[in-house]
């Protein structure tokens, strides 16, 4: 079946500019992730959507960092006025269940987002 | 809170040469551990996992044990080939949240 599949895979745009990020999970995966990859901080965890609701927001970096997921399924990761020490790849993961250690995520191929 | 440290690379190997990447961590209760893999142009994948406390994971020939008393969970495999030439993360979790290590990239010549 299909996996995680993101877009763009790659976008550049300028700082002060706004980008949207798309995530979509595989079918059925009730839970869903958004990671950083950065050359400064490796992988850091952003956000964890269970359904619909976000009950951890808690690696956003900023309030410029904003997430949502609709129908459980299609996510959306929205960074405002965006910095350039916002460039890094954003990693979406999506897993059957969520809230348990074992669960095991499948990760898309990620966005390079690169702000100049 | 959680945190995992593993061995600085890179490290370059010769095919059928033998492969340990180090990985300890630091966490509270008793986390899921994990080895990811990121083979060149493509995303992360599990490779192996390990929940509780003497489970050894393997896949692909590539084992790692979860040993509680020294906080490690060591990747190896006993004779490499090019083909796994790739950046491999360490990584646990309590929950549903993953923290990585920096990775190590692995790179195997014929």
């Known amino acids: 079946g299909a996996g995680v599949s993101q877009s763009p895979s790659n976008k550049v745009t300028e700082k002060g500019k706004d980008v949207e990020l798309r995530c979509d999970p595989i079918?059925?995966?009730?839970?869903l992730y958004w990671y950083r990859q950065s050359l400064g901080q490796g992988l850091e965890f952003l956000i964890y959507?269970?359904?619909?609701?976000?009950?951890?927001k808690s690696g956003l970096p900023s309030d410029r960092f904003s997430a949502e997921r609709t129908g459980g399924s299609v996510s959306t990761l929205t960074i405002q006025r965006t910095q350039q020490e916002d460039s890094a790849v954003y990693l979406c993961?999506?897993?059957?269940?969520?809230?348990?250690?074992?669960?095991?995520?499948?990760f898309g191929p990620g966005t390079r987002l690169t702000v100049l | 809170g959680n945190s995992v440290t593993q061995m600085e690379g890179p490290v370059t190997l010769s095919e059928e040469a033998f492969l340990t990447i180090n990985c300890t961590y630091t966490?509270?209760?008793?986390?899921?551990l994990f080895w990811y893999v990121q083979y060149p142009g493509e995303g992360l994948q599990l490779l192996l996992k390990a929940t509780k406390a003497d489970d050894k994971g393997s896949n692909k020939g590539f084992e790692a044990t979860y040993r509680k008393e020294t906080t490690s969970f060591h990747l190896e495999k006993g004779s490499v080939q090019v083909s796994d030439s790739a950046v491999y993360f360490c990584a646990l979790s309590n929950d549903y949240k993953l923290s990585f290590g920096a990775g190590t990239t692995v790179t195997v010549r014929a």
């Open positions: 079918s059925g995966h009730t839970a």
């Open positions: 966490a509270t209760g008793y986390p899921s």
């Open positions: 993961a999506s897993s059957l269940a969520g809230g348990f250690s074992y669960n095991e995520q499948f």
């Open positions: 959507f269970q359904g619909n609701s976000a009950p951890d």
